[in-house]
């Protein structure tokens, strides 16, 4: 084990609850080419999401040398290994990264971060491969899935989704994607599924083939999150996005065969200091109803554009001043208006799509965290949409309803009390009365389980449902995360994410009863995560 003082770990968590000494700076040992590259490696895979491939910091924080060298060598090996509650992750205790990995990454801090090459239209037609072109695809469904409730679910650690049927609970098949797909999202129509990976590799699957698999794929950058497709009418299923951390940009392109069609680079000025920032990354990505945009968060600028795709060549782009660092969000019942984390600024910024103008900005408290937020009718304060948070217990529901409910609007109309931080994911459905809440990034038991409140009668706090233990899946750190709801509403699926080399499993829990309805456990679901139901991720219903 790494020689590692619990003392040290109270100091770095805000120094509340020890009086012991800071360790004393330990000087960083040089490493050599291969150590470089496998800790470049790892840094890339678990790192820089957060901190940045420049280390300039945003989800967490700033991680250049400079800093290494004021805290020190043995303060940051704890804060790996044991993360902390303010979200970084105990890569250590919970067996991710060996003792060895943790010091090497501890050194790594002390030296300045390798920059990563440029990535644009020669790299990536190169990249780019149309597996089944297009005349030579179904031209109507040719399987007897429902697939409408199919599921898109995350094998992150394999760099895999698995398509698991909704009503049948069985893999319908295993996809070889990018490495570590963040998400998925639909076309329109729902026939295609998008996915991208961390390594910005885009795969499109084909819902219509005989068993769906992937019909294109195109590499768009080398670290990226987010992609979207056009749904405003007339351009239904006509193009997709996608946005990268590194490069800064995005790039539209077309929709059937994912051929880049046009790249716009994000870095610029930020939306507070007016200072340039060298790595401003593309978060969330929404499609509005309302107009022929793309509304594209850019986190370290703090702005979000409004990207109209009507005009390809004469791209216009509307910026709107929001807040850093934008991260995750989404729409309110009426899809009318986008929510959306500043998770930095500790606040929620609302966008008009119809208006195409900032509505609000929302002071929330500490770090929110929505994924895209859970929209239902409070029963006093009329519609609402809630966001739970990373750095404290608190679920922040928000009035939505500028004509209903005009006294309400855009303002924090109740704060509920959940188990802890940590939270990622929040979710309801309309047909449910339930709002669930996960704190699968809790340093302790709170990841092992699932709250749930009753909408209806909020003031009574919440359930504990006891998911990791319901899954029975031996040892290892498997923590509960992201509620997912069927196509009906009646069943609402979790992933029991475990190490890549423990078992994992997606417990299904019925709506109604809150009992257990079926654990899926596999072999070839390896380090489920994200899950995204074909119809609800189409029509945006959450
Ligand atoms: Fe996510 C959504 C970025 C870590 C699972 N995540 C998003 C979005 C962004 C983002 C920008 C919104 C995309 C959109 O809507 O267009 N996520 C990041 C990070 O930068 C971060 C903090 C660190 C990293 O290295 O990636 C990060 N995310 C994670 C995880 O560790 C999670 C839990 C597991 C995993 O698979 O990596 C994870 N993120 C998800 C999921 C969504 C998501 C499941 C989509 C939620 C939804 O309901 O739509």
């Avoid at 990535?119 to 990249?127: D, I, K």
């Avoid at 329109?188 to 390594?199: N, Q």
Wanted: aromatic residues 8%; charged residues 25%; contains cysteine.
């Amino acid at each position: 084990k790494a020689d590692v003082k619990p003392a040290d770990v109270a100091a770095q968590r805000g120094g509340q609850t020890s009086s012991a000494p800071a360790p004393e700076p330990t000087a960083a040992t040089p490493l050599n080419e291969q150590q470089m590259a496998r800790a470049t490696e790892i840094y890339f895979q678990r790192c820089a999401g957060c901190h940045g491939v420049l280390r300039k910091g945003a989800t967490g924080k700033p991680l250049t040398p400079d800093i290494a060298h004021a805290k020190g060598f043995d303060y940051l090996r704890s804060l790996i290994y044991f993360g902390s509650p303010a979200g970084m992750p105990n890569w250590g205790t919970s067996g991710d990264l060996t003792d060895e990995e943790i010091d090497l990454m501890a050194n790594f801090l002390f030296i300045e971060p390798p920059q990563p090459p440029e990535w644009g239209l020669p790299q990536m037609m190169e990249t780019w491969k149309v597996l089944v072109p297009v005349d030579q695809r179904p031209t109507k469904k040719e399987n007897d899935y429902n697939t409408d409730n199919i599921f898109s679910v995350t094998l992150r650690d394999s760099g895999q989704v698995a398509l698991i049927d909704g009503d049948t609970k069985e893999i319908i098949n295993i996809v070889e994607t990018g490495y570590a797909v963040h998400i998925s999202r639909l076309s329109h129509s729902s026939r295609y599924i998008y996915v991208i990976g961390r390594d910005g590799k885009v795969d499109l699957i084909d819902l219509w083939m005989k068993t769906p698999d992937r019909v294109a794929e195109v590499k768009i950058g080398i670290e990226a999150r987010s992609v979207e497709t056009s749904k405003f009418k007339g351009y239904e299923d006509k193009l997709a996005i996608a946005g990268s951390y590194w490069p800064p940009q995005f790039v539209i392109m077309d929709g059937p065969t994912l051929k880049p069609i046009k790249i716009v680079d994000t870095r610029g000025p930020t939306v507070d200091t007016q200072e340039y920032h060298p790595e401003p990354r593309v978060a969330a990505i929404v499609s509005s109803l309302e107009h022929p945009d793309f509304i594209v968060n850019v986190k370290e600028t703090g702005r979000i554009l409004l990207v109209d795709y009507s005009d390809l060549e004469a791209l216009t782009i509307t910026t709107l001043d929001a807040a850093r660092f934008l991260h995750d969000g989404g729409w309110d019942s009426t899809k009318r208006y986008f929510l959306t984390a500043a998770n930095e600024s500790d606040k929620i910024a609302v966008v008009d799509s119809r208006e195409r103008k900032m509505k609000a900005l929302v002071d929330v408290d500490k770090i929110p965290h929505p994924g895209r937020g859970a929209n239902f009718v409070h029963p006093k304060y009329g519609p609402v949409w809630a966001t739970s948070a990373l750095g404290n217990e608190k679920i922040t529901l928000i009035g939505t309803d500028p004509e209903g409910h005009a006294e309400h609007a855009w303002k924090v109309v109740q704060v509920l009390k959940g188990q802890g931080g940590g939270s990622l994911f929040i979710k309801t459905h309309p047909k449910s009365t339930n709002l669930w809440v996960d704190t699968a990034l809790h340093p302790a038991d709170p990841s092992q389980s699932i709250a749930v409140f009753d909408i209806n009668n909020l003031d009574a706090g919440y359930e504990v449902l006891p998911l990791a233990e319901w899954a029975d899946v031996g040892p290892g750190p498997k923590r509960v995360l992201q509620p997912e709801y069927n196509m009906q509403g009646d069943e609402v699926w979790f992933s029991i994410w475990n190490t890549m080399n423990q078992t994992s499993a997606i417990v299904v829990v019925d709506d109604k009863t809150r009992k257990l309805k079926k654990v899926i456990k596999d072999e070839r679901l390896i380090t489920p995560t994200g899950k995204f139901n074909v119809y609800n991720t189409a029509h945006d219903v959450y």
